[in-house]
């Protein structure tokens, strides 16, 4: 989580972390045949959910958003 690192590597890290994940899980989601528009908004919702932040983790709560 951002506000545990203390210096601005760190920081940069949890950025391109979070934007790999974000990448990984739209790509996913386009595999799986949803279009890149609404991949990308289910995934910023997950994102915003409290929860892990691995790629299964985002996938799952984006996948129950577009399932519901």
Not at 3 to 20: C, H, K, P, S, T
Not at 31 to 36: D, R, S
């Amino acid at each position: 989580v951002a506000e545990d690192v203390e210096d601005a590597d760190g920081y940069r890290e949890v950025a391109q972390g979070e934007a790999a994940v974000r990448g990984d899980t739209v790509a996913a989601l386009m595999a799986l045949g949803y279009p890149k528009a609404i991949s990308e908004r289910a995934v910023s919702f997950a994102l915003r959910e409290e929860g892990e932040r691995s790629i299964e983790a985002v996938l799952k709560r984006a996948l129950r958003r577009l399932s519901g």
